[in-house]
């Protein structure tokens, strides 16, 4: 498979954008497409570091992560973004920068997310340690036509992982 793409995944913090994004990766290697994995911890750390969580930061970190996906992209990668990207207008521009785009919308309930965080980041918000933590006292915009939903406090990981794989199987992706 030489055909890449970009597959988008939004949603809250502790959704289930990354635990997705790593079940889903050896399933498209053994259908033999090169992929990486984009998560936005990740990138946060190394490409996007010195970067805050201000509206404009945010922005820019997801615009950088859309370019690098964008580049592996046309290069014959499936570029497997896993970032909360909480607005609707910066996911479009990242979305018209490239054909091959398909955007997935890990959808949980925040009181689910807020269960799920190991890492104390929805307590800290809360207690306004934290601030402008998406869903608490900053937007998370739901996405207006993603081509796959994915409902993880209803839908166990392989189900979420075979709804994929059947959208980009159907999309002609793979």
Do not use: H
Not at 44 to 69: P, Q
Not at 80 to 103: C, G, H, K, L, W
Request: proline share 3%; hydrophobic share 40%; aromatic share 8%.
């Amino acid at each position: 498979m030489d055909k890449g793409f970009i597959l988008w995944f939004t949603g809250l913090s502790g959704s289930g954008k990354t635990t997705i994004s790593k079940a889903l990766e050896p399933e498209l290697k053994a259908r033999g497409c090169k992929v990486e994995i984009l998560d936005g911890d990740v990138v946060r750390t190394n490409l996007s570091k010195g970067l805050g969580f201000s509206k404009a930061d945010r922005d820019t970190n997801i615009l950088r992560i859309g370019f690098v996906a964008n580049l592996l992209s046309r290069n014959g990668v499936v570029a497997i973004t896993a970032a909360i990207s909480p607005y609707q207008a910066i996911r479009d521009e990242v979305r018209a920068m490239e054909s091959n785009f398909v955007e997935v919308y890990v959808k949980a309930p925040l009181e689910v997310c807020e269960a799920r965080d190991i890492k104390g980041l929805y307590a800290k918000a809360r207690k306004g340690e934290i601030k402008g933590f998406t869903g608490i006292d900053d937007p998370y915009e739901e996405p207006i036509n993603p081509e796959i939903i994915c409902y993880t406090d209803q839908e166990s990981l392989q189900e979420s992982v075979t709804k994929i794989l059947g959208k980009l199987e159907e999309l002609g992706y793979i």
